[in-house]
């Protein structure tokens, strides 16, 4: 059958038949591979943007949280801090709440600022104490401000100690 046929022409139909071959085999083997490994290095990127997301919602979140003990809790109504603030005040015996002043708003540069002041009277000590604990423990508020005063009493004759505490809340403005 091959012998009517030149060796140029078997070397022309031999080269034509590897073409034919050749694109059969990419057809159905090697473009369904490059696919996958297109496929594969796609997901591959996914995978390491979901795990480089992953680590930054974490570091927003401690930024955030550290965010909060720095300026107060976001998102908590005036009368509901002004509770907390003095709620957290009763629990010392030994210091007594002498003035709460009303809550103060302003704003400024695209922020609420809610303000509250309390003052407690008691000894350096206590007082101290309650300044600390507030600082460190109380969540729902920053403490911005902290005045000690010491104020004659004429009628007793006897000196007082007071201290100012100055709150804050930030609130973004809408």
């Known amino acids: 059958m091959f012998e009517n046929y030149s060796h140029k022409q078997k070397l022309i139909g031999l080269l034509v038949l590897l073409l034919v ?7 159905r ?3 369904v ?13 996914k995978l390491e943007f979901m795990k480089n997301s992953n680590h930054d919602s ?9 965010y909060d003990n ?8 005036p009368d509901v801090a002004q509770q907390s ?16 002043s009303e809550t103060h708003f302003s704003n400024a540069k695209g922020f609420d600022i809610i303000t509250n002041q309390l003052t407690l009277q008691g000894s350096y000590t206590a007082l101290s104490r309650v300044v600390y604990d507030y600082e460190k423990n109380f969540k729902a508020s920053s403490l911005v401000g902290v005045s000690f005063v010491k104020q004659k009493d004429r009628n007793r004759k006897k000196n007082k100690l007071k201290v100012l505490l100055i709150f804050q809340n930030y609130e973004k403005s809408i």
């Open 21 to 27: 071959l050749f694109l059969a085999a990419n057809k």
């Open 85 to 100: 603030i003095l709620d957290f005040a009763t629990r010392y015996t030994n210091v007594e709440i002498d003035e709460l």
């Open 58 to 66: 974490k570091q927003l979140q401690q930024q955030m949280d550290f």
């Open 70 to 77: 720095l300026l107060g809790q976001q998102g908590i109504r």
């Open 29 to 31: 083997s090697f473009k």
């Open 33 to 45: 591979t490059k696919n996958a490994y297109v496929q594969m290095q796609e997901v591959k990127g």
